[in-house]
């Protein structure tokens, strides 16, 4: 099934049901707690807090999704990208746990043929009543697991509703991992479709306080997961909603790593539809979520062995491929190739200085916090990439005393204490290799860098 039928089959599912199919707010997320739209029910927040009342009880989206977080992930997982297509069905105070489990497993079994077989069920640890719902349903005790808060507990980040969640997932066979079930980490058990049981209220302090009046009804279902079932490939990559892509890049690069090369492809691909909702590169919040994006796919290629501009030509492959379903895309087609150029070309310069330092630095082993930040701060090359080739030559980067540097800069760049060589210097002199946790020092980085360097 191609990834055009997956959305029209769940949209058509629930209208059927009542359902009003809502259109997919920007990424520019419209909740301001968020910088970026990561799921369906962002613009639906108000609703649930009982903030505004819709005129609608039931709704459907097709949600452009961004998930930042998962950076790291891409090309290293089978199912993880940066931006994705999520599909929803979504109760304000009207059906709740019933209905959602029934229609799902309608849904995924009749109207996408899934095997019934091949279904696991996660459901939250004290959830008894998902537990029998899915029973009756048909799925087999053995095939439903009980999972903590951690993984099938959600609450908004904020005081307000909250509540289990149940998720299907699909055995892909032993030749992906061990069995054992969804609760094992792994490649094997792709989770596909997540429900969540909205019917608490907890406090500032994650403490349950008591039950929602209107119980409400969220799920997120990722189309580029489902097709890696329903097109039976091997990852995300080869889907038909990136393979095309994928293909661009692995022709300008005439091969080459596998994971660069789906890097290259998601971030390309993540950056056109960024530009295309009006985000344009810049230093702090979404403005560098893009350029980070952007930068690290030029950086990719250059590894890959391509010197010249690979951008315009892949953000074209991006429209060309999603521009029917996201017209948003070709009317931005000009400004997304201007963006995307102006960007490479700049960012060459800075890649060609600040790869010949990196590379010394690494060559003779003296790859300091303070060399690193200097190539950032002097050169405006990006840490990550620091990271990234470091990790490459087998090396670590401290990535505390990095950030103690950054923020000292801060400091020192708000008190007007600018003059270089005067101040204090934390972590200048730390030894450089030490053990570096890539995610951590991501969010680290993120946070600082969210306001501005
Ligand atoms: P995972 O555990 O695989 O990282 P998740 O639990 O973080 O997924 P949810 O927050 O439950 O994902 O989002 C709902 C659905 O969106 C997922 O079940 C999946 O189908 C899809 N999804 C989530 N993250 C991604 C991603 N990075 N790339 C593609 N699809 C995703
Ligand atoms: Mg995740
Ligand atoms: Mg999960
Ligand atoms: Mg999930």
Sequence with gaps: MRSTQIRSTFLDFFTARGHRQVPSSSLVSPDPELLLTNAGMNQFKPYYLGRTTPDFRRATTLQKCARTGDLDNVGRTARHVTFFEM?????????????????????????FGLPRDRLWITVY?????????WRRLGVPGERIQRLGKADNYWSMGMAGPCGPSSEIHYDRGPAYGPG??????????????NLVFMQDVRDEDFRIVGELPARSIDTGLGVDRLAIVLQDVPDIFHTDLLLPILETVRELAGGGDDTSLKIVADHARAAAFLIA?????????????????????IRHARLLGVDEAVLPALTGAVVDLHGTTWPELETARPLIEKVVTAEEEGFARTLRQGSRILDTAIRER??????????????GFPFDLTVDAARAAGLTVDEDAFAALLAERRRRSR?????????????????????YDATRAEARLRTILRDGV
Excluded at 93 to 108: M, P, Q, R, S, V
Excluded at 277 to 297: N, T
Excluded at 415 to 435: C, D, K, L, M, Q
């Design 277 to 297: 909702d009006g985000v344009l590169p810049s230093g702090d919040g979404r403005g560098y979520v893009l350029r980070r994006l952007l930068r690290r796919a």
């Design 366 to 379: 003296r790859l300091s916090p303070k060399v690193a930040f200097d190539l950032h701060d002097t050169y």
């Design 180 to 193: 054992g079930g969804p609760a094992v980490d792994g490649e094997r058990y792709l989770e596909l479709w």
């Design 125 to 133: 640890e004290d959830d008894d009543e998902a537990e029998r719902l």
């Design 415 to 435: 008190s007007g204490r600018t003059e270089p060589g005067r101040g204090p210097r934390p972590g200048s002199g730390t030894t450089a290799f030490v053990g």
């Design 87 to 111: 599909l929803g069905n979504f109760s304000f105070g009207d059906y709740f746990k019933e209905e959602t489990t029934a229609w799902a497993w309608e849904l995924i079994t009749e109207g």
